[in-house]
């Protein structure tokens, strides 16, 4: 494993027991929307490229039903250990520690390949995408979940972290300013790149509802964004955590705080 690649799986490690369990649907909702544009049918045979706590592995299982089979892969043993044991009462599922960049699984194996929120950790996604290709049967279909344009009210909360990210943390491939991942056009092209045809793209807003701020603050350490606390130092998190405090009060005026994101599926198949 590299070195990017370990920092991202102990990230995960670290993230998984609470990772898309704080009480507020996000991940669950932006990954069945994935799974509506792929439109697995029973007996069909899925691949879920970094399954995290399975967000799509789980709708995708209940799609392809007692006939088909559903592997999720992920690089975190955090993540794996706790989603195999979640999904352990549907025989149809199979969850495996394994890299997204290089899965080692036989070529023309998968109906589908599923993905979502993934594919912007990896070192080469257009390395990664050509590998996932090659998985799948012809006429296979491949569908990434990114994120599309971000909620503007919520660009301050990220900006109190910007002093203390290193440069790297600062390529906005996941939030979207420059990059593959900042353009629809950008994910097609890798889609594109990787053989596939007919790529195309689709939209969904997912709101988040946070009922207060410290279900807010508890999110943020549950899921990569606790990448950006753990670049704070300890000294200076306290003061991190009030700057959040003070715009949450401003956004939210001490109620609920709505996140709205829009969702960007980039969908293709295998000639
Ligand atoms: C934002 S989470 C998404 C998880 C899940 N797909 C979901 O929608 O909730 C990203 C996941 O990708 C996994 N991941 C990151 N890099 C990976 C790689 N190279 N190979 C496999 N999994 C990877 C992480 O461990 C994490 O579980």
Wanted: some cysteine.
């Amino acid at each position: 494993m590299t070195s990017a690649s370990s920092r991202v799986a102990g990230l995960f490690d670290r993230s998984a027991d609470t990772y898309d369990d704080v009480g507020v649907e996000w991940f669950r909702p932006i990954a069945r929307g994935l799974v509506d544009e792929l439109a697995p049918q029973a007996g069909e045979r899925v691949l879920d490229v970094g399954c995290g706590r399975g967000a799509a592995t789980a709708p995708l299982a209940r799609a392809v039903g007692a006939s088909g089979h559903v592997l999720g892969i992920d690089l975190s043993a955090r993540m794996v250990e706790l989603t195999a044991a979640d999904l352990a009462d549907l025989p149809q599922v199979e969850i495996r520690l394994a890299d997204a960049s290089d899965p080692a699984l036989p070529a023309a194996s998968f109906d589908v390949v599923a993905s979502s929120l993934v594919v912007f950790f990896l070192p080469d996604p257009a390395v990664a995408l050509r590998a996932w290709t090659d998985l799948l049967v012809s006429g296979g279909r491949l569908g990434v979940s990114t994120f599309g344009r971000q909620d503007e009210r919520w660009e301050s909360f990220d900006e109190v972290f910007t002093p203390y990210l290193p440069p790297q943390m600062l390529d906005a491939r996941t939030s979207g300013a420059r990059g593959p991942f900042a353009s629809d056009e950008g994910v097609e092209d890798l889609l594109r790149g990787a053989g596939l045809r007919g790529v195309r793209t689709e939209h969904r807003t997912v709101e988040a509802v946070f009922r207060d701020t410290e279900q807010y603050l508890t999110f943020t350490w549950s899921h990569g964004q606790r990448a950006m606390w753990e670049a704070v130092p300890d000294g200076a998190r306290g003061a991190v955590r009030e700057q959040l405090v003070a715009l949450a009060r401003d956004l939210g005026g001490g109620g609920p705080l709505t996140l709205t994101q829009d969702v960007r599926y980039t969908l293709g198949a295998r000639a």
